[in-house]
């Protein structure tokens, strides 16, 4: 039998919930197939099995958070039998639907919207970054010259056209968020 474990995800993800269950007990998987999906406050992700075989047990309901580390289901043989209740990590729990209705549906948590919620954070990302490259290289130039410095000829000509470079990049990156954003739309 293989336990499957909330993974560690990082020294800051501390916890994890599960946000549905695609392969439920008594179904067969293979090594690499998407057992559930997680959600935590940093990431969100698929949990894969680690190993061919079929849901024996699964260990946490959907919307329960826990603890990385945790065992969330048990991988076994197909005639393998299920260990004393005393040798299991957790009390089996009883999980009758797969999330598979859901992500067809295109409900809040399917894998299709967990994507998409990842591609605008990275987006928005991109934004704040270029906007704030910007900024600071508005700041400093603005400082300067209420100090009265004066920068020598060779900064302005590379001032000026790397602050077109990013005004434009962060215009192109707008547009590719509003596109993708309506397109999720339709």
């Known amino acids: 039998m293989q336990t499957v474990e909330i993974p560690h995800l990082g020294e800051f ?14 179904e067969a998987i293979r090594q690499g197939e998407v057992l559930a999906y997680l959600e935590t406050d940093k990431v969100n992700m698929e949990i894969e099995s680690p190993a061919s075989g079929v849901v ?7 919307g329960e958070t826990v603890q ?17 209740v005393a040798q299991l990590p957790r009390m089996p729990v009883e999980v009758r639907q797969r999330c ?3 992500a067809s549906t295109g409900g809040p948590f399917s894998p299709g919207s967990i994507r998409t919620r990842q591609q605008v954070r ?52 707008l547009f ?9 739309r339709m």
């Open 122 to 173: 990275k987006r928005i990302v991109n934004i704040v970054v270029l906007s704030t490259g910007f900024f600071v290289l508005l700041a400093a130039f603005i400082y300067s010259v209420v100090l009265g410095y004066r920068f020598p000829w060779w900064f302005y000509a590379i001032f000026f056209p790397l602050q077109a470079i990013i005004l434009v990049l962060n215009a192109v990156e």
């Open 13 to 26: 993800v501390k916890e994890g919930k599960i946000v549905c269950w695609v392969r439920l007990v008594g």
């Open 176 to 184: 590719r968020l509003f596109g993708f954003l309506k397109q999720q």
């Open 68 to 84: 990385v580390g945790t065992p969330i289901a048990l991988i076994g043989e197909v005639g393998e039998p299920l260990p004393d």
């Open 100 to 102: 598979i209705g859901e």
């Open 56 to 62: 024996r047990a699964i260990f946490v309901s959907e």
